[in-house]
């Protein structure tokens, strides 16, 4: 009875010590938000960016491109009912060189993008975190590193 004592125990740590775990991982989606009109949230991220030398090259209106779509769709067009979907897509070209260096295949990430969901004035911002993508990626600490400098950028426009 003992030795089915422990090894129940053994299991019950092994799987607490999984869920825990799991729960410790980050989101592979940085979410923040910012309160206001959505015109000048969006020049509020779009400047941070640009400030922490992150170059915007494209800026598509995704909510604008499905709009045509509406009638198609039916009750299937944006059923969270947002007024704004857009996206600034970037790029910083130093750490496109440094991430090359290290890791060819993350070149895949160039260029980033955040997406703005905007709906009842909120501005949602939705970022996927570059170190969550490849763990075991040899850019590891540079992928870190660019994370957290676009973060810090998104904060300093005033999400949270």
């Known amino acids: 009875m003992n030795s089915l004592r422990k090894y129940l125990l053994q299991i019950s740590s092994i799987l607490t010590l999984c869920f825990v775990t799991v729960l410790v991982q980050a989101s592979p989606v940085l979410k923040l938000k910012l309160e206001g009109d959505f015109s000048s949230n969006y020049d509020k991220v779009s400047q941070a960016l640009e400030n922490k030398r992150f ?30 979907i857009r996206s600034l897509v970037f790029c910083n070209p130093w750490y496109v060189n440094q991430v090359i260096n290290k890791d060819p295949e993350m070149a895949a990430l160039c260029p980033l993008s955040v997406t703005l969901l905007h709906k009842q004035n909120t501005t949602q911002l939705m970022f996927l975190r570059p170190s969550q993508l490849k ?25 949270k």
Not at 56 to 80: A, C, H, Q
Not at 136 to 159: M, N, T, V
């Open 55 to 84: 170059y915007v090259v494209f800026e598509p209106n995704i909510g604008g491109s499905i709009s045509n779509f509406k009638e198609r769709w039916g009750d299937d067009y944006n059923r969270n009912g947002f007024e704004e």
């Open 135 to 159: 763990p075991d990626s040899p850019a590891q600490d540079i992928l870190q590193e660019l994370e957290s400098d676009i973060e810090k950028a998104l904060r300093e426009s005033g999400a």
